[in-house]
């Protein structure tokens, strides 16, 4: 909304301890923060709606040149709309003419009107001012063209009246006063930034690497959505800039349209060093710097200086150093591009608070003692694999064949190989592309095996582990058990007669134990040329979800039925609580099986997982 001033002919005064309205606003100027852009001069105020009965709030006011920086971030947020990291503005007016003054009111009782009266300067004690704080971006090659403000220094001469022989022994300072009421202003009014939540408090504590990358890709996020509508950020002001979800941007004065050029050279702790010289276009590089000149400032605990300097000295942490070295470089083309930018933080982000993963594998299998089994039908085998920096496979497989004439190893071991050797797609991203491809494995094991072993199957149970997801599939009667935090659970189910008779309550779990046919399987590999729907199981039959999280410390068994027939579950959970080294865990156990006659192939694989952030 505009709202010019009813009495045009009146200077709308600006200074500490005034007041003033804005739309239906009364606006308390509280003090003067600075001139953190050229020409827009920013105030700390409190606002408040006498008629709306709610308690007044600070505020942000901010005013510059009619034609310059507030009218060219109006311009952005027409273009960005009610994007959720800008911070609303609650109104804005043009004032036909306007002064503002650095210094304490003058002590003035006809000041109540919000006027001020002619003060006579003298040509001598005009000069300009000079920007504040080195973070701030300042001009350092004005143009002529340039709509600069001109501060006046007035002496006490001009302040006393006529009847100064009574004030001879008061003092008044000096006031620095800008007064131009030659061309109308822009006033912004916003609230003010939580000092507490804003960026440049945020720079002052320690945080984790993981912390600053949030913080810088929040930033680019925004950068990017702004360059998509061809403006770029050439520099930020953290104490404008508020750390939230999302973060909130309560000044847009440093951005300006792509391909334009500025009147003026730039220099700041976030301003590329290209923009020292005002003959280079605004280009997404720029912005692209600021990024990196934020990242730098959080992970160093200093701004980069204002000065170039030969080698920029960067800790050396892996991507991290590259990220830094790459997105400021004195050479603009080297310079990321702000989509890939921000990939690349998003991704170095996931790399570091991903735990590394380490798995501790252990593995025991024995033909047992029965004079009817001479070899071992039982097969199993481990794979791993770097999927990428984020990401690591392993793959455990155990598989206990059955048939005559050594056809159950046969079959057995065909499905190890077919699942351990198998390819991967190129599409292995999503949670159900990677469930659809494990179960494909089941089904080309078993066309292996139809193909090349007559009278002859195996059971086949598979474990999958991608960085901290949990897979798995399985049919028959091996077993998969999952040790977490001291307890044992069982992730597969049992593809049998006996499990089937337990299911329907036919008989209870002891009276399984002791069946004559707990052995006789209803689903197995090589005994059907297809496959049918939920013929594999998945995770789902028994946690619901097609995978689970993995927690440090997590133990999976793979096994066969010559383990678990006679090492029961609950010793299994204390035998692995017990010991603290994985393969004497496993040993004991197998030992245990041989000392209770091992009627059967016994195979255990054991997988350790162990995380390091």
Known sequence: MTLPLSDTSDSLVIQENQSFQIDSFQVDVLSYLGQFTADVHYFKVNISEPNAGTPSKLGLLRVGASGGALQRELKLREALGNYKMIAELIAHTTANSATINFGSPIPNTENKENKLEEIETKPENIEHKNNSESTIPQEINTNDNNENEVISVVNEDAIHTSSSQYLEDEYYPEIEVISDTSTSKLILLSYFPEEAKTLETWLKAEHSLEESLSITCQVCQFFRYVHERNWCFISIEPQLIQIGTPSQFFDLTSAYPADERLFSGLLGNYCASELAFNKYPVHESMSSYTVGALLYHSIHKQPLSLHPVIELKISPIPRIYQ???????????????????????????????????????????????????????????????????????????????????????????????????????????????????????????????????????????????????????????????????????????????????????????????????????????????RLSDGYVQDLRRTTQELSINLENGDILLLCTDGVWDLVSKKELEEIFNDNQNLQLAVDEIIDKILERGAFDNATLLALQCRMDK
């Open 323 to 529: 990220l830094l070295k790459i997105s400021l470089s004195p050479i603009p083309e080297e310079r990321f591009p702000l989509s890939q930018l921000l990939s690349i933080l998003v991704e170095t982000r996931q790399a570091i608070r991903t735990p590394k993963i380490q798995w501790n594998i252990a593995s025991r299998s024995t033909v047992g003692l029965s004079t009817n089994r001479l070899q071992n039908e039982d097969n199993y085998g481990i794979r791993q694999q770097q999927l990428s920096d984020l990401e690591t496979m392993i793959i455990g497989v155990v598989a206990d064949g059955m048939g005559g004439m050594s056809q159950g190893e046969v079959a057995s071991k065909l499905a190890v190989q077919t699942v351990l050797e198998e390819l991967l797609p190129l599409n292995f991203k999503t949670l159900e592309e990677r469930s659809q491809w494990l179960l494909s494995l089941f089904q080309k094991a078993n066309d292996v095996i139809s193909s090349n072993v007559q009278d002859g199957g195996t059971t086949l149970s598979v474990v999958v582990g991608i960085a901290h997801q949990l897979m798995i599939a399985h049919v028959g009667d091996s077993r998969i058990y999952l040790l977490r935090q001291g307890g044992i659970s069982q992730l597969s189910e049992d593809h049998s007669l006996v499990a089937m008779l337990v299911a329907s309550g036919q008989i209870t779990e002891a009276e399984s134990e002791e069946n004559p046919d707990r052995n006789v399987l209803t689903k197995s590999l090589g005994s059907k040329r």
